[in-house]
């Protein structure tokens, strides 16, 4: 599984969720750059790479948030809302990484945030971790 396969699996999964209504990837700068945003969003934004024995662990923050009113009156709905939407796409990937293409580090921590970026988004942001085979094997190389 390749960087490439893993951003069309997330972004697979936010399409299919009802709640999600934008999906994202990239640098946080990007998301403020988009400005065409204004709907619960997954934005996803690649942090690099583990290269282990026979595995590669490519490492990601996530971000599940959306827009609160500007008297803050929904806040703590949007926060629950987004942690609800989290959890439901930690187990999608739970299960479908037993298919071995792919597994997650099941160490995740996650935290809350408010008040970020130009507008009043709040939600969840979450480090995670996901394992993918890498076998060395230099016959795979494309070489002369």
């Not at 997954?42 to 971000?63: C, D, H, Q, S």
């Not at 970020?116 to 995670?128: C, K, P, Q, T």
Request: aromatic share 12%; with cysteine.
């Amino acid at each position: 599984m390749t960087l490439n396969q893993i951003k069309k699996k997330l972004n697979d999964l936010a399409d299919a969720h009802l709640q999600i209504k934008s999906f994202g990837w990239g640098d946080s700068w990007e998301f403020e750059a988009d400005g065409g945003v204004n709907a619960s969003t997954m934005w996803v934004i690649p942090r690099g790479f583990n290269i282990e024995a026979k595995a590669i662990t490519y490492n990601f923050n996530i971000l599940f948030m959306d827009l609160v009113d500007k008297d803050e009156a929904n806040e703590t709905e949007v926060l629950s809302d987004q942690t609800l939407i989290c959890m439901d796409i930690l187990s999608q990937l739970d299960e479908e990484s037993e298919s071995d293409d792919f597994t997650i580090v099941k160490n995740n921590s996650a935290e809350f945030f408010t008040e970020r970026f130009d507008n009043e988004w709040s939600g969840v942001y979450i480090d995670l971790g996901i394992r993918v085979n890498y076998l060395r094997n230099n016959c795979n190389i494309p070489n002369e």
